[in-house]
Each structure stands twice: as C-alpha cells, then as structure tokens.
C-alpha cells in the first residue's frame, strides 16, 4: 500500500498555472496587490513546478478565488446582437449566467483571460442565422445541451481536466446556427 503524496510536491499543468494567474488577478482588482507586485507574482506561476510552489504566491489572499455558490439569483448578461457582431475578448470580470440571442449575427464569448467566480457558467442560446464562438480557459470544460436545426455545434472541451475546473453549461437552441466551443489554444512557447 503506498502512502499518500503530499500536495506540496504534486507537479503542476498549464491549467493550475491558469487558474493561479486569474486569482492573482482578482486579488489585485480588489487593491489587495498592488501592479508590482502582482507582476512579479506572476513571473513566478509560470516558473513554479509544484503545487507547494503556486500555494506560496497566493497562501496571503483570502479564499480560492472560485466559489461554489448559488448565483442563480443574479440576473443573467443578455447579449442580443441584431445584424451585427458581439466580441467579449480579453481580461474581463464574466458573470455565472448568460442569455445569448443572436440574430444575423456573430458572437464570440472568450473566457480564457476572464475573471470568474464560480466553478458553473451557464449559458443559454437561442441563435437565428447565426454563428457563436465559446472559448474556455484551460482548466474549463463545457456540457452542451443544444437543439440543432438546420445547424452545427461542435463541442471540443467535453473532456474534463485533470484538475477542478469551472463547467459550462451549454443549452438551448440553434436555427440555421453554428456553436463552437473550444479550450484557449496552448502556446508551445513562452515569450
């Protein structure tokens, strides 16, 4: 019988490194690091090996940064683009609930570089002659639930990660539509 591993010395994947530099980022948001700081904190999550190395840069913050909490009483974002098209890309703060509602249009929905809250996004389409581009963090993973009419949905992130990841739930309907949903695209270098 082997004897249990200490999480301290348990090697770390790009996902952990993810989620370490997104709760850092909160924590600066919140004015608890200052540019600096959070800069060289950084630096360190993608020398770190271990998870006793990424404990060490955030063993000073408050919480996990992820809550598992019911947020279903927060409105949901509605995102209605009407023949035109909707980009939400970058370093944002993303609510737990989406409504999408798209006609005639194009919307992308990043995730990769977005601050979340939860381990549950949900997301609820309904698209006419559309198309919608979902991109998950690395450590994210989406169950999609979506009626296809005359349309196509392609769901590259079912696989759960190795590690806690946030889950997107994915439902609703598509006319004339097509769904992609997909993880961030791993660089293979580092700059």
Not at 100 to 115: E, G, H
Not at 160 to 187: A, C, M, N, Q, Y
């Amino acid at each position: 019988m082997s004897e249990p591993t200490d999480r301290s010395r348990i090697r770390i994947g790009d996902a952990d490194r993810e989620a370490t530099v997104a709760r850092l980022h909160e924590a600066t948001g919140e004015g608890r690091l200052d540019l600096s700081e959070f800069s060289t904190r950084v630096d360190a999550v993608y020398l770190a090996k271990t998870f006793g190395d990424l404990d060490a840069l955030v063993d000073d913050l408050p919480g996990d940064g992820l809550s598992p909490i019911d947020t279903s009483e927060q409105p949901p974002m509605e995102i209605k683009p009407n023949v035109s098209n909707f980009r939400r890309t970058g370093v944002w703060n993303a609510p737990s609930r989406y409504l999408v509602r798209p006609r005639k249009s194009s919307v992308v929905l990043d995730f990769s570089r977005a601050t979340l809250k939860t381990r549950v996004v949900d997301i609820d389409i309904e698209a006419k002659t559309s198309s919608i581009s979902i991109i998950l963090p690395l450590n994210g993973y989406a169950v999609d639930d979506v009626t296809d009419n005359m349309s196509a949905t392609q769901n590259r992130a079912r696989k759960k990660p190795h590690t806690d990841g946030v889950e997107f739930r994915v439902h609703g309907e598509l006319s004339t539509s097509s769904l992609s949903i997909r993880r961030k695209w791993r660089r293979w270098w580092r700059p």
